[in-house]
C-alpha cells in the first residue's frame, strides 16, 4: 500500500508542470501586459510562476468585485497571496514567487497594485462557462478604481442617471413655476383692463 502511494506521488510530482507569469512587461496602451501571459490553466499539483523582470510590482490575490483590493481585505476566509512589490528596474534584480496549485477547479483572480486601475490584472483557471470574465475584471478594475476614459465614462452615466431622478422634481418646480408666471401675467393683464371698462361705462352715461 505504502509502495502504491509513493509511486503515485511521483507519478503526479512526474506530470506537474511550472507555468511561467512574467511581471512587468507593460505598456501605457496595454496596461494588462503587465503579467505575461494574463491568464493561464493549471492543474492541480502545477506550479504557477510569477517571474518579476521589470519595474516595481506585485501578484496579489483578489476577487472578481474587488479586483484592485487584496482577497483578505474583502473576505477574511480566505488566506491570498500577496508577493509585496519587487522592484526590479532595470532587469538587475529579477526575483520570483512560486504559488502551487492544490485546486484547479476555482479561478484565482490577482492584480498588480501599480497598474491594476488601468487594467493590470490577471487570472488562473478562467470559467469559461462562467460570466466572469478577463474582460468583466479589466472593466470592473477600472470602473471602480481607475482615473482613465472608460472610468470617466462610467462615472459620467452614474451621474447622469443620478441628475435624471434629481432632476424630476426640478422640472415640477419649473412648471409650478411657469404657470405661476403665467397666472401673474394674467392678473396684470386684467388689472389694465378694468380700469378702461369703467371708464367706457361712465362715458355711456
Known amino acids: 500500500m505504502r509502495f502504491a502511494l509513493l509511486v503515485a506521488a ?11 507569469i512574467t511581471v512587468g512587461g507593460n505598456t501605457t496602451s496595454d496596461p494588462g501586459a503587465v503579467f505575461n ?8 499539483g502545477d506550479v504557477v510562476m510569477f517571474n518579476f523582470t521589470q519595474g516595481n510590482h506585485t501578484a496579489t490575490q483578489s476577487t472578481f468585485a474587488s479586483p484592485c483590493t487584496a ?9 491570498g497571496f500577496d508577493t509585496s512589490f519587487r522592484d526590479t528596474h ?4 529579477i526575483t520570483q514567487f512560486t504559488l502551487p496549485i492544490t485546486d484547479n477547479t476555482t ?16 487570472g ?27 472610468s470617466s465614462s462610467s462615472s459620467a452615466s452614474h451621474t447622469g442617471s443620478s441628475t435624471q431622478s434629481a432632476t424630476s422634481p426640478t422640472s415640477s418646480a419649473n412648471n409650478v413655476d411657469n404657470s405661476s408666471s403665467a ?3 394674467v392678473v396684470l393683464g386684467l388689472s389694465g383692463v378694468l380700469p378702461a371698462l369703467a371708464m367706457l361705462l361712465a362715458l355711456s352715461l
Open 10 to 20: 511521483f507519478v503526479v510530482s512526474a506530470c506537474a508542470k511550472t507555468i511561467v
Open 37 to 44: 501571459p494574463q491568464t493561464v490553466v493549471a492543474s492541480a
Open 71 to 79: 482577497v483578505h481585505f474583502t473576505n477574511s476566509s480566505i488566506n
Open 90 to 93: 532595470n532587469g538587475t534584480a
Open 107 to 122: 479561478t484565482i483572480w490577482f492584480f498588480d497594485w501599480n497598474t491594476c486601475p488601468e487594467g493590470g490584472v490577471g
Open 124 to 150: 488562473i483557471n478562467l470559467n469559461d462557462s462562467s460570466l466572469e470574465t478577463l474582460e468583466g475584471i479589466t472593466r470592473n478594475a477600472i470602473r471602480l478604481n481607475g482615473t482613465g476614459s472608460s
Open 183 to 185: 397666472d401673474r401675467a
